[in-house]
């Protein structure tokens, strides 16, 4: 049940996340447009690498192209999850459907950014692409640090919070 409530809403957080992050390619870097709340590692992708104008110019289009393309957020789909969601008889059956349902059509939008990036990626010359490459490792590094801490924090705070139970 948590796991499936879990779903609904990080899906619903990340639909209307894309329904606001218009992303666009402004001057070297490439992110979705500002006061957006979605910053994952691919959305500052090519922060940091010079860009030539010509480069620019052809990342816009591709954005530009794909933006039009995008099949749009249900807006239907999540009126009915709310709909499920604030029922007054929980329906696990429904929720679990719609959820995959929703899911299936976010992996569509996810699969097509990646195909632009991709895109976009091989616009760059072989070193821009060595200079993504170790930018994308460092980051890398970087998660896997945070990924460790976690664990180490979650039994320093649960030994702290049974100690001030006490």
Known sequence: MRKVTAAVMASTLVLSGF????????????HPTEGSA??????????GISLTEHQRQQMRDLMH????ERPPVSINEM?????????????????????EKMAQEQVARQ?????????MYNLLTPEQQA??????????DQ?????????????????????SNQ
């Open 111 to 119: 699969v097509e950014m990646a195909k632009v990036r991709n895109q």
């Open 38 to 47: 979605q910053r994952n590692s691919q959305g500052h992708m090519f922060d």
């Open 143 to 163: 998660l896997r640090e945070v990924a460790r801490m976690p664990q180490s924090s979650a039994i320093t705070v649960s030994s702290s919070n049974t100690r």
């Open 65 to 68: 192209r794909a933006r039009h």
């Open 19 to 30: 329904s606001q992050a218009a992303e666009v390619v402004t001057g070297v870097n490439w």
């Open 131 to 140: 200079v993504l490459q170790e930018r994308h490792q460092q980051r890398m």
């Open 79 to 99: 009126e009915t999850m709310h709909q499920l969601v604030t029922a007054e008889k929980f329906d696990e059956t429904a929720v679990r459907a719609q959820a």
